[in-house]
């Protein structure tokens, strides 16, 4: 059985930092493209950031890019997201989301939340003083 479980969300004030966590178990393949997602209330879900655990490339959304950092820690199944700078307009729940995907695929696809086959619960992150 798949399982994302995230966690690491809270209360943040503007100009700080927060990382998430996304613990992977059950996933079948030895490759997957895991991507953090948020939405915000009344918006649409939007992809943020992605790793391919086959070769370790990383993607970004312009909005994220040099201030969100992924990453994964291999041996405790785990994907990360390091948040810097936060502002108010980063408030959203963050969900994890894992697809089976080789890493040349990964790039034109990864932004596209209907392609993910397993998703977490989400871990609610609120940027405010």
């Known amino acids: 059985q798949v399982q994302l479980v995230e966690s690491g969300g809270g209360l943040v004030q503007p100009g700080g930092s927060v990382r998430l966590s996304c613990v992977a178990s059950?996933?079948?393949?030895?490759?997957?493209?895991i991507a953090w997602f948020r939405q915000a209330p009344g918006k649409e879900r939007e992809a943020v950031s992605c790793?391919?655990?086959?070769?370790?490339?990383?993607y970004y959304a312009d909005s994220t890019k040099g201030r969100f950092t992924i990453s994964r820690d291999n041996t405790k199944y785990t994907v990360y997201l390091q948040m810097s700078a936060l502002n108010p307009s980063d408030t959203a729940v963050y969900y994890c989301?894992?697809?089976?995907?080789?890493?040349?695929?990964?790039?034109?696809?990864?932004?596209?939340?209907?392609?993910?086959?397993?998703w977490g619960q989400g871990t609610q992150v609120t940027v405010s003083s």
């Open positions: 989301a894992a697809v089976g995907v080789e890493p040349a695929a990964t790039s034109y696809m990864w932004a596209a939340s209907q392609v993910y086959d397993y």
């Open positions: 059950g996933l079948p393949l030895d490759y997957y493209a």
């Open positions: 790793i391919n655990t086959a070769d370790d490339s990383t």
